[in-house]
């Protein structure tokens, strides 16, 4: 198996991506164009500090947050997505304290979320890689 997009650690090799997604609190609409340029600059900033990189990140239509990221196997999606979420809306309601007045309780995101594991080979090829194994002399 060849890849061009491995990190290299000290001890391990790895190609972990996730695909994260959560909304807004009630859907709301509350993020205009600044407000989300400023939270993308936020979830940058904290990935650097937690240990992991997003690469891609965008607001869907509905509030929703969609974020393709990638991780050391030590860092847990979960943790993640705590990270993001709860380190994001700390600061958003610092810098733009008006919104609060659209959240019911002071809540900007749902407490759930859905994530998906990405990866550049299919389960089916992983499966022939490792059937293949035992053939090799």
């Not at 240990?51 to 196997?73: D, K, N």
Request: with cysteine.
């Amino acid at each position: 198996m060849k890849k061009n997009n491995l990190i290299h650690a000290r001890t391990c090799v790895y190609n972990i991506n996730y695909h994260l997604v959560w909304s807004m609190k009630y859907r709301r609409k509350i993020l205009n164009e600044a407000i989300e340029k400023r939270l993308k600059e936020i979830f940058r900033d904290i990935a650097e500090e937690k240990g992991f990189i997003v690469h891609m990140i965008e607001v869907g239509e509905l509030g929703s947050i969609h974020a393709f990221v990638s991780a050391h196997p030590k860092v847990a999606p979960s943790y993640m997505v705590k990270m993001l979420k709860g380190i994001s809306a700390r600061k958003l309601f610092l810098e733009f304290p008006h919104i609060k007045q659209y959240l019911w309780k002071g809540r900007l995101w749902n407490s759930s979320f859905y994530i998906e594991t990405v990866g550049s080979i299919s389960e089916d090829a992983i499966q022939k890689y490792i059937a293949n194994q035992s053939k090799r002399g």
